[in-house]
C-alpha cells in the first residue's frame, strides 16, 4: 500500500492519500481524542504524539499536529493509516452517531439559501477539498453567511483570505442578498 502525502496552505495539516476510500459519504472532523471514539482510524491516529485534530473526506486524511515536528510525526501517522487499512476494519464504527448539520435562516431566506447551499457545494467544496478541508452552509441572517470551516481549513492562516476574498465576492457575485461571509 503506497500512501501520498501534500502539504496544505496550514502548516500545521498534511494531507494523507491512501489511494482508496476513507468515507463512502460526507466527512467527519475529529478535535480530540474523546470525538474519536467511534472511529478505530482516529483513535489510532490520535495515539501518535503530537496529533491534535483529525478530518476524514472521501479519498483523503487530514492530521493537525501542534507544535511537534511533522519528520518526528509522519511515519507513525503512515504506519496507523496502513495498518488501519490493512487489517480491514471500519474506518466509523457500526452505531456511531454522525455529524449533526443544526442550520440557521429565516423561512423566507429559503431559495437564497438554496443558492448559497448550491454554490458552496459546487464551486467552493471541491477546491477546499484539494486543500485538506470542508466548509459547509451553517446559517444565512441579515445578510450574513455562516460556514463552518474543517480540516486544513480549521486554523489556517489563509482561511480568512479564502473567506473574505474568495468565498464571499463569489456568494456576492451571484446572491445579491449576501453582504457578508463569517466562520463559526
Not at 429559503?110 to 467552493?124: Q, S
Not at 478541508?133 to 446559517?139: S, V
Not at 482561511?159 to 463569489?170: E, F, P, V, Y
Amino acid at each position: 500500500m503506497f500512501i501520498q502525502t501534500e502539504a496544505t496552505p496550514n502548516p500545521a495539516t498534511l494531507k494523507f492519500l491512501p489511494g482508496r476510500i476513507v468515507l463512502q459519504e460526507g466527512t467527519r472532523d475529529f478535535r480530540d481524542s474523546a470525538d474519536a471514539a467511534v472511529s478505530p482510524l482516529a483513535e489510532k491516529l490520535f495515539s501518535v504524539p503530537g496529533v491534535v485534530g483529525i478530518f476524514f473526506g472521501h479519498d483523503f486524511i487530514t492530521v493537525t499536529k501542534d507544535d511537534t515536528d511533522w519528520q518526528h510525526m509522519k511515519p507513525a501517522i503512515l504506519g496507523a493509516i496502513m495498518e488501519h487499512f490493512m487489517s480491514g476494519e471500519a474506518v466509523i464504527r457500526d452505531g456511531g452517531p454522525g455529524e449533526t448539520s443544526e442550520e440557521f435562516f429565516d423561512e423566507g431566506d429559503e431559495e437564497t439559501v438554496d443558492m448559497i447551499k448550491d454554490l458552496i457545494e459546487t464551486r467552493v467544496r471541491p477546491a477546499v477539498a484539494q486543500d485538506g478541508g470542508d466548509i459547509t452552509f451553517k446559517g444565512f441572517k441579515e445578510g450574513v453567511v455562516y460556514l463552518s470551516m474543517r480540516g486544513a481549513c480549521a486554523g489556517c492562516p489563509s482561511s480568512t483570505a479564502t473567506l473574505q476574498h474568495g468565498i464571499q465576492n463569489l456568494l456576492r457575485h451571484f446572491v445579491p442578498e449576501v453582504e457578508e461571509v463569517r466562520p463559526i
